[in-house]
């Protein structure tokens, strides 16, 4: 590499590390982060090119990129979205597509200020002497779980029944800090992803619904925060593309 090209990539690095602040929920207040780069929605497009697995793909380069920019690997999962919502806006502009409709990104912003975050950071769900103890995970514990579910758990490529089972397997998972039997617990952390999936599957049915509302307890704020004008938002690849912009 030539010393001009070197000496290029050095400023662009410098520019690349100015900050932006964005307001985090969990914490209730602004916090810096660096702007989103050409490298960084070239990832993004092209993380979901792949199927089920593009899917996995496409979250964990959202979580990498809130990590990366901020430094800060201890966010909730709920966080995630005002970053995505912030640097999509600095980097590519306010307005997005959303079939016939253009929605103003700072609508959005506005939300995530105004919405109350009624979220519990952990709950225990009680079934006789059967504990399972949920919490809301960080974007790096969303991220280990993400990536080893490509490794761990076997998808079936042509499935699309397969690849959406698994997929309910790991959103479920990745709430479950543990689970106790009377004196003995487990802790998921410790354990590899095949193996808290086998044992979520042998959990009494009748404790999924109190394990599903505390999810959907989540999945309710992000969507108050990303809905305008009775529209949901949706976060994936073609947030990213201004091409259908006029």
């Known amino acids: 590499m030539s010393n001009e ?36 929605q ?3 497009i092209a993380s979901t090119l792949d199927g089920i697995k593009g899917l996995l793909n496409f979250n964990k380069t959202l979580n990498d990129i809130v990590i990366t920019n901020t430094g800060n690997k201890e966010f909730k999962i709920y966080d995630k979205f005002p970053f995505v919502i912030h640097l999509r806006k600095q ?22 200020k105004k919405v109350p975050l009624n979220i519990k950071d952990t709950k225990t769900v009680t079934l006789k002497n059967l504990k399972v ?40 998972l990745k709430y479950i800090e543990n689970i ?14 095949s193996d808290r999936i086998k044992l979520i599957e042998q ?9 599903s509302e505390y999810i959907e307890s989540v999945n ?3 969507n108050d925060i990303l809905t305008v004008d009775d529209i949901i938002v949706s976060i994936d690849t073609q947030f990213f593309d201004t091409s259908d912009i006029d």
Do not use: W
């Open 42 to 44: 070239k990832d993004l």
């Open 133 to 172: 103890g949920l919490r809301i995970p960080t974007l790096t514990e969303e991220s280990a779980i993400l990536k080893k579910g490509k490794q761990d758990v076997v998808v079936q490529e042509d499935s699309t029944k397969e690849g959406v089972g698994m997929l309910y397997m790991l959103e479920i």
């Open 180 to 193: 106790t039997i009377e004196e003995d617990i487990i802790e998921f952390s410790k354990i590899k992803i």
């Open 203 to 211: 959990l009494p049915l009748s404790m999924y619904n109190e394990i």
């Open 91 to 112: 980097s590519l502009g306010n307005k997005i597509k959303q079939g016939d409709n253009i929605i103003d990104l700072d609508n959005i912003l506005k939300n995530i």
């Open 5 to 40: 090209v070197t000496n290029f990539l050095q400023k662009l690095e410098e520019i690349n590390d100015e900050k932006i602040k964005i307001f985090v929920p969990s914490l209730k207040k602004d916090v810096e982060t660096t702007p989103l780069t050409l490298k960084q």
């Open 220 to 222: 309710k704020y992000l």
